[in-house]
């Protein structure tokens, strides 16, 4: 299916340049968003997954409605300082600073087969700090899939050596 019609792209927002894509019109047509997310699990499923993680907050839009369809396990990675129980911690760089994501400690166990799941991958820095995340607990990461993938931007070293899926690219 063609997803990109169901993408708005609004001129200049953020900031002056960008072309920022709007993925609500997608969510808005239930029979498209449900398409999206069945299209997402098939890959998910031929990757035999026991986790889908997913980055706050769009993230969580994509992948607990891929969980829910595959019947598996969905972990949410937080900024720091937003979930109760112990957590990893790793920073990762902004274009103009620092942030950081926590997981929980329990939440992948050692040989989980986890599959990340965002909205949009652009530079890559927020799959990679959750990559990284996931390592650091025993999981094994067999897989990232998006809605949208901006090829235009250069991704992530760390990138290269996961298999990537996307609905939609923009050259």
Do not use: W
């Not at 907050?57 to 300082?81: D, I, T």
Request: hydrophobic share 40%.
């Amino acid at each position: 299916m063609d997803y990109k019609p169901y993408i708005e792209i609004i001129e200049d927002y953020p900031t002056k340049g960008v072309r920022f894509k709007d993925i609500t019109p997608l969510m808005q047509n239930g029979e498209v968003y449900k398409k999206a997310i069945e299209d997402m699990a098939e890959y998910a499923k031929a990757k035999d997954v026991d986790v889908i993680a997913a980055p706050e907050a769009r993230g969580f839009v994509v992948g607990c409605p891929m969980a829910y369809v595959l019947q598996k396990s969905f972990v949410p990675v937080r900024k720091a300082g937003k979930l109760p129980r112990e957590v990893v911690e790793t920073d990762y760089g902004l274009e103009y600073g620092k942030a950081s994501l926590a997981i929980h400690k329990d939440a992948i166990k050692a040989g989980n087969r986890v599959l990340i799941t965002d909205d949009l991958l652009a530079t890559g820095g927020t799959i990679e700090a959750t990559i990284q995340l996931v390592e650091e607990l025993g999981g094994e990461v067999v897989g990232c899939a998006f809605l949208i993938e901006l090829a235009y931007l250069e991704r992530g070293e760390k990138l290269k050596a996961y298999d990537v899926y996307s609905l939609m690219t923009y050259e």
